[in-house]
């Protein structure tokens, strides 16, 4: 249940999204989530932060839903043969993800966005593993 | 491995379900609720927004502003040329009025929407209750802001000329004097770009950009050109518009609603 605390900052992303931010920090976010806590729980928080997302942003329900769904299993069928945890994998992830998102909604391919989106991804990867998981072993970027 | 899959496909169903179902209109009084309290809080951050860019853009941009100043300096130089041949038109239509004896026919009315959010597209707090409908037109006075392009009970998303892929029909007319200039298609390509314009058309820089018809509603402002490019071997010239208001530190639009 704790684990879908998430769906708060996930909401008020998703405000500041509809409001006026162009960072895409709900699917970095979902994008995480679905890497560091595997398992249904990614698959309900991404259905719900794109229910969010979709109201913020005044869009047609269910679209970026579906969107989200699909990057959480695409993550999922990775994770099984390879080790999706690593930042510079996170980082190229996050940030293609995000370049196709802007040009199936926007119409463009945001290639600032996605390279800010990289950085950030990065950056929280690093932290993220340093500091919450550093059970697994040296960081290699 | 294999709850998590059937999750997966339920919820990819569910939401193919919420798609087919907004799009033909039947959660309409969920979403005209649900979207009260977005809007408002919405409408709060994007104000929040505003106020702190221009709490933090004196600090920032010095150099920025004092090169608008310049050119505003320019600019008003040769408004106050333009103004007088203006006060002349306006004594004319003014006598023509009188002429007529009828006043100007009230065909158009304004609703005033309060902008919510901005992003590539605009978002206001005016939808399918108020009467706004797809395709109208969005303005701030007499300058063009957009085009609706969704409507949703309370809300609706509008097209502004800078979103990627819009492409406006316009003309070009020269402060202070009378007719086209020339014609063109405005996109948004990194900025406004004037192009489809003859080479043997003549544009500069300070010339007015306003709507041609077609889809839009003719003679709205859109800009002012700030560069024409140089010419090359193509048919046709382009050149660099500069929009007459700044989209994203607009608060209040106007939606031009057919009575």
Not at chain 1, 82 to 97: C, H, K, T
Not at chain 1, 117 to 131: I, P, Q
Request: aromatic content about 12%; charged content about 20%; glycine content about 8%.
């Amino acid at each position: 249940m704790r684990n879908y605390l998430i769906l708060f900052p996930i909401f008020l992303f998703a405000l500041l999204q509809g409001a006026f931010l162009p960072l895409n920090l709900v699917l970095l976010v979902v994008i995480f989530f679905a890497v560091f806590r595997p398992g249904k729980e990614s698959f309900l928080v991404a259905f719900f932060s794109g229910l969010f997302l979709d109201l913020a942003k005044g869009i047609t329900l269910g679209v970026s839903s579906l969107i989200l769904l699909f990057i959480c299993y695409l993550l999922r069928v990775y994770s099984r043969h390879f080790n999706s945890r690593q930042p510079i994998f996170l980082a190229i992830f996050s940030s293609l993800a995000a370049i196709l998102w802007s040009r199936v909604f926007q119409g463009f391919f945001d290639w600032r966005g996605g390279i800010i989106l990289f950085v950030l991804a990065l950056f929280l990867a690093v932290t993220l593993r340093s500091f919450w998981f550093p059970d697994e072993g040296k960081i290699k970027i | 491995m294999k709850k998590e899959v059937f999750l997966f496909l339920f919820l990819t169903f569910f939401s193919a379900l919420l798609v087919f179902g907004d799009k033909r209109g039947m959660f309409k009084r969920i979403r005209g609720i649900l979207d009260q309290p977005i809007l408002a809080i919405e409408e709060k951050i994007y104000s929040l927004s505003i106020s702190a860019s221009q709490f933090l853009n004196p600090f920032s941009s010095k150099k920025r502003l004092l090169k608008e100043i310049a050119e505003l300096r320019e600019e008003n130089w040769r408004l106050v040329v333009d103004q007088n041949a203006l006060s002349l038109c306006l004594e004319e239509n003014e006598q023509m009025r009188k002429l007529l004896g009828a006043p100007l026919p009230a065909k158009w009315k304004f609703l005033p929407a309060k902008v919510v959010g901005i992003g590539e597209e605009m978002r206001v707090d005016k939808g399918e209750k108020d009467g706004v409908e797809t395709g109208m037109m969005v303005v701030e006075e007499n300058i063009l802001v957009g085009k609706v392009k969704s409507v949703s009970e309370r809300s609706s998303i509008i097209l502004l000329p800078t979103t990627p892929g819009q492409k406006i029909p316009v003309l070009i007319k020269r402060p202070g004097k009378g007719g086209v200039q020339a014609r063109g298609i405005l996109e948004a390509s990194g900025g406004l770009i004037l192009s489809w314009v003859l080479q043997s058309e003549d544009i500069q820089k300070g010339d007015l950009v306003v709507t041609g018809g077609e889809d839009w509603l003719p003679d709205l402002l859109v800009g002012l050109i700030s560069e024409v490019l140089p010419k090359s071997a193509e048919i046709y010239q382009k050149a660099r518009v500069k929009p007459l208001v700044e989209y994203d530190k607009l608060r209040m639009v106007f939606v031009i609603i057919s009575k």
